[in-house]
């Protein structure tokens, strides 16, 4: 089975900095992609971020040069990395995996998803 455990979500004031983990189960981790996600209430769900199986990443416009998107093959866990925080990022959070090679921003590509992990910017 597959299974996906964001956590590192909470409260953080504009400005500030937060991380967040995704923990995957199983013994395929380096062999898959692992993107990161968000959903405002409201809102679509929209791409954030992916990193592939050769630590190849892509970011979404709003993310580049705030967000780096890591992980530790090793750990089995994708990182989300997210500076200068502004109140548009407020949002769920959640990490997915895809067997694609591709940098893939396209939500049917990930058929494996996280719970989700709050996210809360305030000024």
């Known amino acids: 089975q597959v299974q996906l455990v964001e956590s590192g979500g909470g409260l953080v004031q504009a400005g500030g900095s937060l991380m967040l983990s995704c923990a995957a189960s199983?013994?395929?981790?380096?062999?898959?992609?692992m993107g990161w996600f968000r959903q405002a209430p409201g809102k679509e769900r929209e791409f954030v971020a992916v990193?592939?199986?050769?630590?190849?990443?892509y970011y979404a416009d709003f993310a580049k040069g705030r967000f780096t998107i890591s992980r530790d093959n090793h750990k089995n866990t994708v990182y989300l990395q997210m500076h200068s925080l502004n109140l548009e990022d407020t949002a769920v959070y959640y990490c997915?995996?895809?067997?694609?090679?591709?940098?893939?921003?396209?939500?049917?590509?990930?058929?494996?998803w996280g719970q989700g992990t709050q996210v809360t910017v305030s000024s």
């Open positions: 997915a995996r895809t067997p694609l090679v591709g940098l893939t921003t396209d939500v049917r590509n990930y058929p494996s």
């Open positions: 199983g013994r395929t981790f380096s062999s898959d992609g």
């Open positions: 990193i592939n199986q050769i630590m190849h990443e």
